[in-house]
């Protein structure tokens, strides 16, 4: 199992970029998706989830209805589809998944390169 991330960029409050995160290996359904995001020196933070049966999302209080995380389970890649964009999004973000649904990021088994995000004007 191995996953791609990538899409981050340069990017100037307010505005929008989508993230994606290709799988390979079993079918993505079998997985719980998440994002998370670190800064240099400070903890992996969760952002988002998907459950792998209903797909039902789940998301940290701080992106809330400005992110959106979808899957493509006929591409095997799952999305987060990040709007309304803040200097304090900041971060690289990494995808990952596991067999069980949580946000503690110490909990996933299977994570993607990162990819990086910068929100500046």
């Known amino acids: 199992v191995q996953l791609q991330a990538c899409g981050g960029g340069l990017v100037q409050p307010g505005g929008s970029l989508r993230l994606s995160c290709a799988h390979s290996?079993?079918?993505?359904?079998?997985?719980?998706k998440a994002w998370f995001r670190q800064l240099p020196g400070k903890e992996r933070e969760f952002v988002a989830r998907?459950?792998?049966?209903?797909?039902?999302?789940f998301y940290a209080d701080s992106v809330k209805d400005r992110f959106t995380i979808s899957r493509d389970i006929p591409k095997n890649t799952f999305y987060l589809q990040m709007n309304n964009l803040k200097p304090e999004d900041t971060a690289v973000y990494f995808c990952?998944?596991?067999?069980?649904?949580?946000?503690?990021?110490?909990?996933?088994?299977?994570w993607g390169q990162g990819t990086e995000l910068t929100v500046s004007s």
């Open positions: 998907i459950s792998r049966g209903t797909g039902a999302p």
């Open positions: 990952a998944v596991d067999m069980f649904a949580t946000t503690d990021p110490s909990k996933f088994h299977t």
């Open positions: 290996g079993r079918t993505l359904s079998s997985y719980h």
